[in-house]
């Protein structure tokens, strides 16, 4: 089945810029969906279709998708954005066709 | 705003069947056009889809868990409802119902609370 890796630490300090990597095989062909998860709080939706953003999610979290890596961008972190993210992708020609990444820790220093 | 609640027992023995029900409020399931999804997360680990339901009743199932998993939708009471028998301390985690949007680059775009299920005697 198709696999997603993320690294499992980033940390950056505020006001910086994070990124957090997803790799898989050519996932550039696949839409990459991210998820923001505070301890205790279900997941939320921040990045869909690579890149779009849904209502209420600042314009500091932007995404990107290409080759066999994609890329949640998050800007001007702040203390706020500290969270596990997690990348997902749904593989159709797949018997098991969601994929979840195993999850980022973003610490913000 | 769709919002999505979980209910059901937070205990569950071993070998017995696991049940929950996700309610759904400021949308309806019958709408159609969504796929309404449980979702579970092992306690510290990461997320895993259990499978989803149309309003229709067609239903879609992760194939590590198709042999004990049953999704069920009731439009009457905007409700659907998760099945999960012969549970053991492995199927304890956090239960979370959500909203499937995209047939076939499917994500999931409203989350329940999500409900703790421990799995012990």
């Known amino acids: 089945s198709y696999v997603l890796t993320q690294p499992p630490s980033v940390s950056v300090a505020p006001g910086k810029t994070a990124r957090i990597t997803c790799g898989g095989n050519?996932?550039?062909?696949?839409?990459v969906h991210w998820y923001q998860q505070k301890p205790g709080q279900a997941p939320v939706l921040v990045i869909y279709?690579?890149?779009d953003r849904p209502s209420g999610i600042p314009e500091r979290f932007s995404g990107s998708n290409s080759g066999n890596t994609a890329t949640l961008t998050i800007s001007r972190v702040e203390a706020g954005d500290e969270a596990d993210y997690y990348c997902?992708?749904?593989?159709?020609?797949?018997?098991?066709?969601?994929?979840f990444g195993g999850g980022t820790k973003l610490t913000v220093l | 705003q769709v919002q999505l609640q979980e209910s059901g027992p937070g205990l569950v023995k071993p070998s017995q069947t696991l049940s929950l029900t996700c309610t759904v409020s400021?949308?309806?399931?019958?709408?159609?056009?969504?796929?309404w999804s449980w979702i579970r997360q092992h306690p510290g680990k990461g997320l895993e889809w259990i499978g989803y339901?149309?309003?229709?009743?067609?239903?879609y199932y992760n194939p590590s868990l198709k042999s004990r998993v049953t999704i069920s939708v009731d439009t009457s009471k905007n409700q659907f409802s998760l099945k999960l028998s012969s549970v053991t301390a492995a199927d304890t985690a956090v239960y979370y119902c959500?909203?499937?949007?995209?047939?076939?680059?499917?994500?999931?775009?409203?989350w329940g609370q999500g409900t703790l299920v421990t799995v012990s005697s």
């Open positions: 997902q992708v749904w593989d159709s020609s797949s018997d098991h066709p969601e994929v």
């Open positions: 339901i149309y309003y229709s009743g067609s239903t």
């Open positions: 400021g949308g309806s399931i019958s709408s159609g056009g969504y796929y």
């Open positions: 050519n996932i550039g062909s696949k839409s």
């Open positions: 959500a909203m499937g949007v995209g047939a076939t680059e499917l994500f999931f775009d409203y």
């Open positions: 279709y690579d890149s």
